[in-house]
T-cell receptor, first 109, second 116 residues
Framework: EDQVTQSPEALRLQEGESSSLNCSYT??????LFWYRQDPGKGPEFLFT???AGEEKEKERLKATLTKKESFLHITAPKPEDSATYLC??????????FGGGTRLMVKP | DAGVIQSPRHEVTEMGQEVTLRCKPI?????LFWYRQTMMRGLELLIY????????DSGMPEDRFSAKMPNASFSTLKIQPSEPRDSAVYFC??????????????FGEGSRLTVL
């Protein structure tokens, strides 16, 4: 059964304090790994798609990387507006997304 | 673009009552998904439609839940009878199905359901 595990569950950072979020997955034949951002009271919003080990994607202060077993979302010099829950997801055999539990990021000014 | 529109945004009801949640996907999208989000279980896929046809409803918890998509611009998720454990935020998402799947789903803002 496909599984997606995210860690940590919650992360508190000071503004400017860089860190990384982890997404571990076990799937039979990876068909992509996807990162989403979810703000309180809102639906998830798509950030990145990664397809193969070694691939990297960047958007502002975020950089997503992928290995054969996990993905990292690196946050460089975060700002309070980066506070959100970050979700990763993988498609199952039927191409439907299975989401991890998310990491709730809080960046204090 | 108006995005995915869900209604109602909030619903409070009593156990045993029927609940109907509504979704209007983005125009031109041919895939529609219903997800449920709780603190305990995270974001769970309930059912997926492609071209208005239900493809996989294996995530629907039990027979009390049903979903329909009568046309490309409207879908409903119905719970009858509702129970307190159904309390959650229900999200509708749509996408333009491509091969390979890009994973880019467009979510609505959700319907927060509280069953007393």
């Amino acid at each position: 059964e496909d599984q997606v595990t995210q860690s940590p569950e919650a992360l508190r950072l000071q503004e400017g304090e860089s860190s990384s979020l982890n997404c571990s997955y076990t799937v039979s034949g990876l068909r992509g790994l996807f990162w989403y951002r979810q703000d309180p009271g809102k639906g998830p919003e798509f950030l990145f798609t990664l397809y193969s080990a070694g691939e990297e994607k960047e958007k502002e202060r975020l950089k997503a990387t992928l290995t054969k077993k996990e993905s990292f979302l690196h946050i460089t010099a975060p700002k309070p507006e980066d506070s959100a829950t970050y979700l990763c997801a993988v498609p199952n055999a039927g191409n439907m997304l299975t989401f991890g539990g998310g990491t709730r990021l809080m960046v204090k000014p | 673009d108006a995005g995915v529109i869900q209604s109602p945004r909030h619903e409070v009801t009593e156990m045993g009552q029927e609940v109907t949640l509504r979704c209007k996907p983005i125009s031109g999208h041919n895939s529609l998904f219903w997800y449920r989000q709780t603190m305990m279980r995270g974001l769970e896929l309930l059912i997926y439609f492609n071209n208005n046809v239900p493809i996989d409803d294996s995530g629907m918890p039990e027979d009390r839940f049903s979903a329909k998509m009568p046309n490309a611009s409207f879908s409903t998720l119905k719970i009858q009878p509702s129970e307190p454990r159904d309390s959650a935020v229900y999200f509708c998402a749509s996408s333009l199905w491509q091969s390979p799947n890009t994973g880019e789903l467009f979510f609505g803002e959700g319907s927060r359901l509280t069953v007393l």
